[in-house]
């Protein structure tokens, strides 16, 4: 069982910027995918941003593209997502999760973490 816990979410005005973290317990993650989803206010949960096993590719939804970039450090099992030129519309609370799919924009543990909120002021 990997054990996900999520930080680094805050209040930013708009046009700044934050870096999210993602520290996994429990089973490796260092051979498998990770993403990036989020959830805001009387919204469905959507996927954000995925990464491979190795770094060698990422995937974003297109919203954040240019802006949004995942990494990860597989010796310290810690999946990052630096979020720059934020906008009002990224306010939501941000999830990791194993990632599975051709583009690994699907979840594939159940029992999400607590997240973190990230909250942009206009």
């Known amino acids: 069982q990997v054990h996900l816990v999520e930080s680094g979410g805050g209040l930013v005005q708009a046009g700044g910027s934050l870096r999210l973290s993602c520290a996994a317990s429990g089973r490796t993650i260092s051979t498998r995918a990770m993403g990036w989803f989020r959830q805001a206010p009387g919204k469905e949960r959507e996927f954000v941003a995925s990464i491979s096993w190795n770094g060698g590719s990422t995937y974003y939804e297109d919203s954040v593209k240019g802006r949004f970039t995942i990494s990860r450090d597989n010796a310290k099992s810690t999946v990052y997502l630096q979020m720059n030129s934020l906008k009002p519309e990224d306010t939501a609370v941000y999830y990791c999760?194993?990632?599975?799919?051709?583009?690994?924009?699907?979840?594939?543990?159940?029992?999400w973490g607590q997240g973190t909120q990230v909250t942009v002021s206009s």
């Open positions: 999760n194993v990632a599975l799919g051709p583009q690994y924009t699907i979840a594939t543990i159940s029992s």
